[in-house]
C-alpha cells in the first residue's frame, strides 16, 4: 500500500505583490500560492508563438489550432532588431505587426502574454538588440543612463502599439514579462519595469524569468520557471543530459539552474526568489526543444507530456510552454536574425528554422505530442479552479535520488479533502522507471481515509496520468475516487478517460445504485449513499446513466484524438481520426492529408452537416486570404458524409484525393565530403556550415508540376535522410534549412506556390555527416563513418475545409 497524508493548505497571502488589478469584475490578481481572476481561483495554460516569426495570413489559423488544443493564454516576443533595425525606423507592418497579432488573439477568444524586452533572446541575434544597440559601447541590460536612453523610445512605440489592449481596456494583455534570463540586475529589473508603465504599458501582472537562482527585486515581478526534456545547451557529450531527470519527480523544486546556464558570465550569489509569496508559475516548459548544431536532441511526445503532467503534480498554477507553436527566423533583414557562434553565442542555430519539435510545427504541422498536452488541457479547464490552490503533497515514501528508477513516483494536490493523485513511471533517454504491479493507494486526512482502487492494479512503464478524488459533480454528487482522468463536464454528462490500460473503477457518493443504467457497468451498492461502477469496455458507446447525471468513459486512444469546444450553438466532443478538427463557433475547421479520415461529434450536430463553400464574411481580410489559398473562392477538395453512429457519438467520413503528386530529385552535383570541422564562441563547441561549405555537398533539384499545388493547404516536402546539415535555396535564396537529428526535414512547398508555379528553381543541398565531429546526435542514429543518404522523398498535401450545419 502507498500511502500519504493529506493537509488542507495554509492561508495565501493576498495584495503583497506590486501588482495586479483593484476592481472590476473580471480582475486580475496573484496571490502567494495561485491567480485569481474575477475573484475566483485561475489556472492559465499558456502556449508561446512568435507572431513575427510566422506569415500573418496564417496568425488566425494557428491561434484557433492553438486555442483547440486547450491553450487559453498566448505568449509571444518582441523582438528589438525586428522592429527597429536601423535607429528611429520603427517597423510595425506586415509579419511585425504586434497590434494585429493581438487584435486576432482578442478574436480567438485568447489571453496574451507581451515580452517586450528590450533584451528577449529566443535565439534571436544578440538577443534581439539591433546592431546598433550591441554595438553602441553602452553598457547594455544594465542601469547605465546612456542604455536606458537607446530603450525608451522603443517602449514608447511599443506602447503606442499597444494602447487599448491591455486587459483593463478590454483587451487581452494579462500580462508582461520584462527582459529575459536577466539574473544578477535586480534594480536594472525595477527600472525597465518603472520605464515601462511610465510609458503607458499597464497590465495586470507583470513577469521575469527565475531560473538560475534569479535576484529579482522584492515582490515587484512573478517569477516564471522552466522545464525541458533535454538540454540542446549541453556538450557534445553522449547520451541524455543528467539533470534533466530532475523533471520526472514530483517535488516542490521549481528551478533548473541548467537552463541559460550558458549565457551566465559568472554563478549566481543570491538563493532566487521567496518561493512562499509567489505561485508556481511556468513560460518555459519545453513543448519541443532546439536543435543546436553541436547538439541535436530528438524528443518524443511522451517525453514532453509526462514532464508536463508532471509539473502539473508538483504544484505548477500556470502552465506555459515553450515552444507551443514553431516558426522561421525573419530573412528580410540586413543580417541573418539568428543567435550563432559569430555573435559570441555558445551554440550555432539553423539560419531559418524554428521549429522546436513543437506541437504545432514551423509550417503548422500537427505533431502526437498536441494531442497528448490537450488531454492534459482539458484536464484543467474542468478543473483547474478547484486545483490552483492545491499544494503537493508528497508520500511518505519518495525516490532516494536521480538514479532511483525503481521507487512509484507518485503524489498529491489537495485542499485537505478532495484533490488529484498523480502518478509517472515515464523518463527519457532511454532511462526506463520500473514498471509496479500490485498498486494501491491509502491517503489519510481530515475526512477520513480513501483506499483505491478495491483491487490491486498494475502500472506500466512509461505511464503518467491523474486520478481525481473527491471530485463535486453538478448537483449533489461526487466523485470519491475513480481510477480514470476527468477529461471534461459538458452539462449533465461526466467525460473520464482510461488511463494505462488500467480498469475503470469509480466510486460515486450521491448516487443511488438502483437508479445506474447502462450495460456497459457493473454496480455495487456500498451503503451510506455510495455506488461503485466497474467500467471494463470504455470507448464511444460507454455512456452510463446515473439518473440526474451521465458518465461517459472513454478509451485512451479516442481520448487523445478529442477536441472540445463551442461549436453549433453549445460545448461538444469532437474526435478526430486521421484529422484535425478545430471548432470555431459556427463552424468546424478540419485538415487531413490524402488518407481523408472520420469525424465523431458530441452532441450530435442540430441540422445537417455541409462542406462551406464561401468563407464568410465576419471573418478578417488576413482569414480570407488565407482559406482562398485553398482555390477558387475558398473552395476545398474534401467531401463528407454521414454515417452510422459510433456509439454516442454522430459519424461522419470525410473523402479527400487519394493521388499524391509526385516529386523528382535531380541530382546536380554530387558530395566530395563533410564540411571541415570548425569550432568557436566562448565554449568553443562545433561551428555549422558556412554558405560555401555546401559546395562540398550533394545539390538536388526539386522538380513538381503546378497541379501538385490543386487545392491543397499545404504541400509538404517530406525528405528522409541522414547527414549532417541541409538548406534549401529558391532560385539562390536561402528558404529552409535543417541541423539532421533523425527526424524527417519539412518544407511547404505551398508559401513558395507563386513561383514554384512560374519557373523558379529549388535546390537542395545537404551535406554528409561527419562521425569524428564533437556532436551529439541520438546514439542509436549516429553513423560511423562519412554519410549521406536519402532514403525518400515525398510530397504530403494536406487539406483544408470548414464544415457548417443549419437547424432543420
Not at 456497459?520 to 470507448?539: F, I, K, Q, S, W
Amino acid at each position: 500500500m502507498h500511502t500519504l497524508t493529506l493537509r488542507p493548505p495554509t492561508t495565501p497571502l493576498s495584495g503583497h505583490l506590486r501588482m495586479g488589478e483593484s476592481q472590476g469584475p473580471d480582475r486580475i490578481h496573484a496571490t502567494s500560492t495561485h491567480l485569481m481572476r474575477g475573484d475566483r481561483p485561475w489556472f492559465p495554460v499558456m502556449g508561446e508563438f512568435h507572431f513575427s516569426r510566422y506569415p500573418r495570413d496564417g496568425w488566425r489559423e494557428q491561434l484557433l489550432s492553438i486555442r483547440a488544443g486547450g491553450i487559453d493564454v498566448v505568449a509571444t516576443y518582441l523582438f528589438w532588431h525586428h522592429h527597429e533595425e536601423h535607429r528611429g525606423d520603427f517597423r510595425f507592418d506586415g509579419n511585425r505587426d504586434i497590434r494585429a497579432f493581438l487584435e486576432q488573439v482578442a478574436d480567438c477568444g485568447l489571453d496574451a502574454v507581451v515580452r517586450i524586452g528590450p533584451w528577449s533572446h529566443g535565439e534571436a541575434r544578440h538577443g534581439g538588440f539591433p546592431e546598433w544597440v550591441q554595438h553602441s559601447h553602452t553598457r547594455t541590460r544594465t542601469n547605465d543612463p546612456a542604455y536606458l536612453e537607446l530603450v525608451r523610445p522603443y517602449y514608447e512605440r511599443i506602447s503606442s502599439e499597444l494602447d487599448g489592449l491591455f486587459h483593463a481596456q478590454g483587451g487581452p494583455i494579462v500580462a508582461v514579462q520584462i527582459e529575459n534570463e536577466l539574473y544578477d540586475q535586480p534594480e536594472h529589473l525595477r527600472t525597465l519595469k518603472n520605464m515601462a508603465h511610465d510609458a503607458g504599458i499597464t497590465p495586470p501582472l507583470w513577469t521575469a524569468t527565475a531560473w538560475g537562482m534569479a535576484d529579482l527585486p522584492a515582490d515587484e515581478f512573478l517569477p516564471l520557471y522552466a522545464g525541458y526534456p533535454e538540454s540542446p545547451w549541453d556538450d557534445a557529450h553522449p547520451g541524455w543530459a543528467r539533470h534533466n531527470r530532475t523533471h520526472y519527480f514530483f517535488t516542490p523544486l521549481r528551478d533548473d539552474h541548467t537552463v541559460g546556464a550558458d549565457l551566465r558570465r559568472k554563478p549566481t550569489a543570491g538563493e532566487g526568489p521567496d518561493l512562499d509569496r509567489h505561485p508556481y508559475a511556468t513560460c518555459e516548459l519545453g513543448g519541443g526543444v532546439q536543435v543546436t548544431y553541436h547538439r541535436r536532441p530528438r524528443v518524443t511526445a511522451d517525453d514532453v507530456a509526462a514532464l508536463a503532467l508532471t509539473k502539473i503534480g508538483c504544484g505548477s498554477a500556470w502552465q506555459g510552454y515553450y515552444m507551443y507553436q514553431g516558426g522561421s527566423h525573419v530573412t528580410d533583414a540586413a543580417t541573418t536574425m539568428q543567435e550563432s557562434l559569430d555573435t559570441g553565442y555558445p551554440n550555432d542555430v539553423p539560419i531559418v528554422s524554428y521549429d522546436f519539435q513543437a506541437p504545432l510545427g514551423e509550417y503548422g504541422q500537427v505533431r502526437p505530442v498536441y494531442g497528448l498536452l490537450r488531454l492534459q488541457h482539458h484536464l484543467l479547464a474542468a478543473a483547474g479552479r478547484e486545483l490552483a490552490p492545491m499544494p503537493l503533497i508528497a508520500p511518505d515514501r519518495t525516490p532516494e535520488g536521480l538514479d532511483d528508477r525503481d521507487t512509484l513516483r507518485w503524489a498529491v494536490r489537495t485542499d485537505g479533502a478532495s484533490g488529484m493523485l498523480f502518478v509517472n513511471t515515464h523518463q527519457p533517454g532511454g532511462e526506463d522507471l520500473a514498471a509496479h504491479s500490485g498498486v494501491r493507494f491509502r491517503l489519510d486526512g481530515p475526512a477520513g481515509p480513501l483506499e483505491l482502487p478495491t483491487h490491486a492494479v498494475d502500472i506500466p512503464c512509461g505511464s503518467y496520468f491523474a486520478w481525481p478524488f473527491r471530485l463535486p459533480l453538478p448537483g449533489d454528487a461526487t466523485l470519491e475516487w475513480a481510477t480514470a482522468q476527468l477529461v471534461t463536464v459538458l452539462d449533465d454528462t461526466v467525460v473520464l478517460t482510461r488511463t494505462a490500460g488500467i480498469p475503470v473503477e469509480a466510486v460515486l457518493r450521491g448516487v443511488d445504485a438502483a437508479s445506474v443504467h447502462s450495460p456497459h457497468a457493473t454496480t455495487e451498492d456500498l451503503g451510506d449513499g455510495r455506488t461503485r461502477l466497474h467500467v471494463p469496455h470504455p470507448g464511444t458507446d460507454t455512456l452510463i446513466d446515473l439518473g440526474a447525471l451521465r458518465l461517459l468513459v472513454l478509451d485512451e486512444d479516442t481520448a487523445r484524438r478529442t477536441a472540445i469546444g463551442e461549436l453549433w450553438g453549445t460545448r461538444r466532443l469532437v474526435v478526430g481520426n486521421n484529422l484535425h478538427p478545430v471548432p470555431d463557433g459556427d463552424l468546424l475547421h478540419i485538415e487531413c492529408g490524402p488518407q481523408g479520415g472520420s469525424l465523431l461529434v458530441h452532441p450530435a450536430p442540430p441540422g445537417p452537416v455541409e462542406v462551406q463553400v464561401q468563407v464568410q464574411d465576419q471573418q478578417t481580410q488576413d482569414q480570407r486570404t488565407q482559406d482562398q489559398r485553398t482555390g477558387p473562392a475558398g473552395s476545398t477538395p474534401l467531401r463528407l458524409h454521414e454515417a452510422a453512429e459510433n456509439g454516442v457519438f454522430a459519424r461522419f467520413e470525410i473523402d479527400a484525393p487519394a493521388d499524391i503528386p509526385a516529386v523528382d530529385l535531380v541530382e546536380v552535383s554530387a558530395a566530395t565530403g563533410p564540411a571541415p570541422q570548425r569550432a568557436g564562441g566562448p565554449l568553443h563547441r562545433a561551428a555549422a556550415p558556412t554558405p560555401d561549405d555546401y559546395a562540398q555537398g550533394t545539390a538536388l533539384r526539386v522538380g513538381i508540376t503546378p497541379e501538385a499545388f490543386s487545392r491543397a493547404h499545404r504541400l509538404l516536402l517530406q525528405l528522409d535522410w541522414t547527414g549532417d546539415a541541409a538548406r534549401a535555396e529558391l532560385d539562390g535564396t536561402l528558404v529552409a534549412d535543417q541541423f539532421w537529428n533523425g527526424d524527417p526535414w519539412e518544407i511547404d512547398l505551398a508559401r513558395h506556390r507563386d513561383a514554384l508555379t512560374n519557373g523558379a528553381e529549388l535546390i537542395l543541398r545537404l551535406l554528409p555527416f561527419d562521425p569524428t565531429a564533437k556532436i551529439y546526435v541520438p546514439e542509436d542514429l549516429r553513423p560511423t563513418e562519412p554519410t549521406l543518404r536519402v532514403t525518400s522523398a515525398r510530397l504530403a498535401p494536406v487539406y483544408r475545409a470548414a464544415l457548417t450545419t443549419t437547424a432543420p
